[in-house]
């Protein structure tokens, strides 16, 4: 599933096409994707103005000049793919082939037009349209955490929200409403990083090393991004390219190989963990 830096990767893909563009011809292929579209949904995008683009964790949001945002979620599978600018309002881009595509609109720049599609071959993701006004209160946000990019995110309040918590950090650490968006791969990496054993209980883990931890978290989220995410198998930019990230892993994925930490003699591990893989080295990283 498409991550916090794979989902960012996306949104600046979308950005300049987007902000500020008014969306036309907007089709609608199917009902549903892992839920219903919401009603009226072509109506209600139809001839609205994109004011920008903003993420929340793991959704795209596009609040419109209607008052609505416009949010989508990727789920596993889902890409935004771009088809192209064209110059002249009324030339009627190109279609997408492909039966996987589910919704499609023109953004209209001034004379440019660019076509986006909405792929989503296994139809986990899914949109929504809600009001602006008051969109933290919304039951997909309310319950959120802080994001691991922003200035709420801290040593502090991982150490309050990890004050007598006997749960492994690894598991605590992809709660949403500790953190908002962090996923499998990242932790696993950030964990490594910082040289933290993912079995240790959360509440166990001393200021100094959450101050460790915190630093390194946004440090391995910025690396990704700045790689254009990772691709494991479906996921794409906006621009149908790849990211990067995952040839640059340390330990996610690498079960067997040798530890690359200098001097390290140990071999990289898998296990289990509230039913997702966690890579550790064993050695690098002590209780």
């Known amino acids: 599933m498409p991550e916090l830096p794979e989902v960012e990767t996306v949104r600046r893909g979308l950005e300049p096409v987007l902000t500020g563009a008014r969306l036309t011809r907007v089709r609608q292929n199917r009902p549903d994707l892992r839920f219903p579209f919401p009603d009226r949904f072509v109506e209600r995008l139809e001839g609205a103005t994109v004011q920008r683009l903003d993420r929340r964790a793991k959704y795209l949001l596009m609040p419109l000049s209607t008052g609505e945002t416009w949010v989508s979620h990727l789920g596993m599978t889902g890409r935004f793919t771009l088809d192209g600018t064209q110059i002249g309002a009324f030339e009627e881009p190109a279609p997408i082939a492909g039966k996987h595509e589910h919704m499609s609109l023109c953004a209209v720049r001034g004379d440019a037009v660019t076509r986006i599609g909405f792929a989503d071959a296994r139809r986990f993701g899914f949109m929504g349209l809600i009001p602006s006004e008051g969109i933290e209160a919304h039951p997909w946000f309310a319950a959120m955490g802080p994001e691991p990019l922003g200035n709420g995110f801290s040593a502090l309040h991982l150490g309050e929200a990890f004050a007598s918590r006997k749960q492994n950090v690894k598991v605590s650490l992809l709660d949403q409403k500790i953190v908002a968006g962090l996923g499998n791969i990242y932790v696993c990496e950030a964990l490594y990083r910082a040289r933290i054993s993912p079995l240790i209980a959360a509440g166990r883990i001393s200021r100094p090393r959450l101050e460790r931890l915190t630093a390194v978290i946004r440090d391995v989220l910025n690396d990704a991004i700045a790689a254009g995410g990772s691709t494991l198998r479906d996921f794409a930019n906006a621009d149908g390219g790849q990211g990067y990230f995952q040839h640059r892993f340390d330990v996610y994925g690498r ?13 990289v591990r898998r296990i289990v963990q509230g039913g997702r893989s ?10």
Do not use: K, Y
């Not at 530890?259 to 071999?267: M, N, S």
């Open 255 to 267: 079960e067997g190989q040798p530890c690359l930490g200098e001097g390290c003699t140990g071999v």
């Open 278 to 287: 966690t890579f550790f080295c064993p050695s690098c990283q002590r209780r």
